[in-house]
């Protein structure tokens, strides 16, 4: 059976609710504005151009996801923004000002957790506090406030060893927000996550994103995380690196899994599957002709013996 | 029944647990047995074989002791202590008498002390000899982890120090020794020397042998960080010494005490054969003076000295072994 496009609205229609809401998300002030960002990598084999031409802008308290296949330079990019790497043409401006070298006003969440292992919960987000010169009982009081906020006081005299991944990565976020950044940048937080604890963890995100003042660049390769959790989607394409669309979700708030399955998530699934896996899908479609015609199984039994 | 017998459970209770089967299906009896069983057979299996063979070895010094007569020569030694503590302790005995008599006579003069030379015996040596193991170990250590740090953190210090390290590690201390004897005496002229000179060369000797595995792992326990807590680093804007004292080394601990572990292993190993050839009062001078005493005893006592080596080498690894386990926060070690 065909699918019935006809009765979907395209993933470009926005109800009234979501078109005001964009309405308003753009009225908000511009955090982190790119302009012609690009990198090139320098290595034995030559050069690589990693970003080209990148240009986007993101207001406040927005939901960003960036998604594109394996090798498009999407680290690459939050690495540059993060100050963990130079970029090598253009201007990346956080509140006005261009980003040179890392700094607390931009909080990271590597995919890894990458808890210190030596300290227990609390004192790992104590760290940045302490290490900005907070005394020991503010620093606790803030760590105190971030874990709860993440739903884990309980848990704060654990090493992060006694944790499970869900709970590790919720301490990293508590311990990257207690700084208080302009943005946190997630680089595919939940990829090392189960399916079921990661749609646990998406909706603690966007529970976190609603209650506080922060803006949100969210790396990921799933397309179903991007659409449920993102304002709009940044779309790039490898080789090199550069944009190939921004796509505004027209999924409704609040968001929930029920949605998954609504005209809108599916439309702006198949646009984003259209935009990422062109070459794929034409190969499955092959894949299933040539199985359809000849089937390429031998019976080694009796045809009245049937197990089922 | 009172509720004593609830809580505390009989012996019969205690003798029945034993025997009950836990989750694998075993009884507790004997997987504990079966834990026990195997040393214990190595253990009596090696002592029979001695014992036997040992009465068909004739060597210059007689024949050669088998278990039971070094058993008698170690208690022999624990005696000889024993009787060296009651000689001092009647020493300082008379000496208070002699004072208190000496003050009456004369008021207001000072009393010139005799110090105690007695023998230094067995359990003395082993002392000496862990003392000078400590301090040429923690020496080792006191260079080895900060150049091991400098070399994880820089590629060049690392590519500098790299060569000597390879070309230093395997020499032998018995190939070290002349030189460290030659340099003490020349550079170490003090007229009341704090330390004697055979426990400075057999000290330092020590250090040079042992210095090198702590430092290879101090390498590469720091190259080998996370990135990513390297990167936290960056985000807080931290100061070299700040992110060395606060990321790198507490990253770093678990393979520093595997160096070190390895370290001290070798420092023992070595201080031995150091002693030796130093003649610093230790066990490795304890076992060179027998052999040139060549007494009936001699090879007794030469046994007693092996076995407090190894026995002393094994729980100096077990300690290290230890402290390796609460520095790796969770994970297991070998
Ligand atoms: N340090 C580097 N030196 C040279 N090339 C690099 C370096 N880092 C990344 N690249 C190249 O830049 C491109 C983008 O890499 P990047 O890691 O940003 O991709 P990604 O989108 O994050 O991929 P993935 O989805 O697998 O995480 C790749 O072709 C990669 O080989
Ligand atoms: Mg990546």
Redesign the pocket.
């Known amino acids: 059976m065909k699918p019935a496009h006809s009765t979907r609205p395209g993933y470009l229609e926005q109800s009234p609710a979501v078109k005001a809401r964009f309405d308003k998300i753009k009225q908000r002030e511009v955090i982190l504005e790119v302009r012609n960002l690009g990198k090139r990598?320098v290595?034995a084999q030559g050069e690589?151009d990693?970003l080209r031409d990148i240009n986007f802008s993101i207001h406040r308290r927005e939901l960003v996801c960036v998604i594109?296949?394996?090798?498009?330079?999407?680290?690459?990019?939050i690495r540059i923004l993060a100050g963990l790497e130079n970029h090598t043409s253009g201007v990346a401006l956080l509140d006005g000002k261009p980003i040179d070298g890392p700094g607390q006003d931009r909080g990271m969440v590597f995919q890894g957790y990458s808890l210190f292992p030596w300290l227990t919960v609390k004192k790992n987000v104590m760290f940045g506090p302490e290490m900005k010169g907070h005394g020991w009982e503010q620093a606790e009081r803030e760590a105190n406030l971030w874990l709860e906020l993440v739903g884990l006081s309980k848990f704060s005299d654990a090493y992060p060893h006694q944790l499970s991944g869900g709970m590790r990565q919720r301490v990293a976020i508590a311990r990257a927000l207690v700084n208080e950044p302009r943005i946190l940048l997630m680089d595919?937080p939940f990829g090392a996550l189960d399916a079921q604890t990661r749609a646990k963890m998406q909706s603690h995100l966007m529970e976190i994103w609603r209650n506080i003042d922060v803006t949100i660049l969210f790396?990921t390769?799933d397309l179903d995380e991007a659409i449920y959790l993102a304002d709009r989607i940044l779309v790039?394409k490898?080789n090199p690196?550069e944009v190939h669309e921004l796509i505004e979700v027209p999924v409704p708030r609040p968001r929930s899994p029920a949605q998954f399955s609504s005209p809108e998530f599916l439309a702006t699934k198949a646009r984003l599957e259209e935009l990422i896996h062109p070459a794929a899908k034409a190969e499955k479609n092959e894949a299933e002709e040539e199985q359809n015609g000849t089937p390429h199984l031998i019976r080694f039994t009796n045809v009245n013996d049937n197990v089922e | 029944m009172n509720t004593t017998t609830q809580l505390i459970p009989s012996v019969w209770q205690r003798l029945m647990a034993l025997v009950q089967t836990d989750a694998s299906g075993e009884s507790v009896l004997r997987k504990f047995l079966g834990g026990i069983a195997p040393p214990l057979m190595g253990i009596i299996i090696f002592l029979g074989i001695w014992h036997v063979s040992a009465s068909g070895i004739h060597t210059s010094l007689g024949t050669l002791p088998g278990p039971v007569a070094v058993m008698k020569q170690a208690d022999n030694l624990y005696q000889e202590y024993r009787n060296e503590q009651v000689r001092e302790a009647s020493f300082h005995e008379r000496q208070k008498n002699r004072k208190a008599e000496f003050m009456a006579s004369n008021p207001g003069e000072e009393f010139s002390e005799i110090k105690y030379t007695g023998q230094p015996t067995y359990l003395d040596q082993i002392f000496t000899s862990l003392y000078t193991v400590f301090v040429g170990f923690m020496l080792g250590t006191v260079i080895a982890v900060p150049l091991g740090i400098l070399c994880g953190l820089n590629k060049t210090i690392q590519a500098a120090l790299n060569p000597l390290i390879q070309i230093f590690r395997p020499v032998s201390p018995l190939a070290w020794l002349p030189i460290v004897t030659l340099v003490v005496s020349a550079v170490y002229i003090s007229d009341d020397p704090m330390f004697a000179k055979s426990f400075l060369i057999s000290a330092i000797t020590v250090t040079l042998c042992s210095m090198w595995p702590t430092l290879v792992n101090t390498a590469l326990g720091v190259a080998s960080i996370d990135k990513d807590l390297l990167n936290v680093s960056k985000v807080l804007r931290l100061s070299t010494r700040t992110k060395v004292m606060k990321i790198v080394i507490p990253s770093s601990l678990k393979l520093i005490f595997t160096g070190m572990r390895l370290s001290l292993g070798v420092a023992w190993m070595v201080l031995i054969a150091a002693e030796m050839l130093a003649q610093n009062p230790g066990l490795g001078k304890f076992v060179w003076d027998e052999f040139q005493n060549g007494s009936s005893q001699s090879l007794e006592r030469i046994m007693v000295a092996v076995f407090t080596i190894g026995f002393v080498g094994f729980m100096l690894d077990r300690t290290m072994h230890s402290l390796q386990q609460m520095a790796s926060f969770g994970q297991r070690t070998e």
């Not at chain 1, 594109?68 to 990019?77: A, E, F, V, Y």
């Open positions: 990598f290595t690589v990693a594109g296949p394996s090798g498009c330079g999407k680290s690459t990019l595919e790396i390769h790039l490898p690196g």
